[in-house]
Nanobody, 121 residues
Framework: QVQLVESGGGLVQAGGSLRLSCSASGRTFSNYAVAWFRQAPGKEREFVAA???????NYADSVKGRFTISRDSAKNTVYLQMNSLKPEDTAVYYCAASSNVGLSGREYRYWGQGTQVTVSS
């Protein structure tokens, strides 16, 4: 079992930055692929970014150049640095873990509880 806890969400003005953290406990986390997804009110959950156990990264087109996913294996933590935030980035952000990296939520077995990110215009 892997337990995931997100933190770092909050309210920020457009153009600002936030860093989300996904902390893991349980099994060794370093070999897992970890992804961030988000879900805005009335919208479907969407892929944001992913990082493999080997630190290869993937990003949704909507966040490329603005968001950076990284991991600190020693701390069992994956980060999502979000810069140049836009109101359309407002959503609940979830981290998820799986033995293999993927772009669909169906490919991830373990999920955190989510953290709210609100970007004001």
């Amino acid at each position: 079992q892997v337990q995931l806890v997100e933190s770092g969400g909050g309210l920020v003005q457009a153009g600002g930055s936030l860093r989300l953290s996904c902390s893991a406990s349980g099994r060794t986390f370093s070999n897992y692929a970890v992804a961030w997804f988000r879900q805005a009110p009335g919208k479907e959950r969407e892929f944001v970014a992913a990082i493999s156990g080997g630190a290869r990264t993937n990003y949704a087109d909507s966040v490329k150049g603005r968001f950076t996913i990284s991991r600190d294996s020693a701390k069992n933590t994956v980060y999502l640095q979000m810069n140049s935030l836009k109101p359309e980035d407002t959503a609940v952000y979830y981290c998820a873990a799986s033995s293999n990296v993927g772009l669909s939520g169906r490919e991830y077995r373990y999920w955190g509880q989510g953290t709210q990110v609100t970007v004001s215009s």
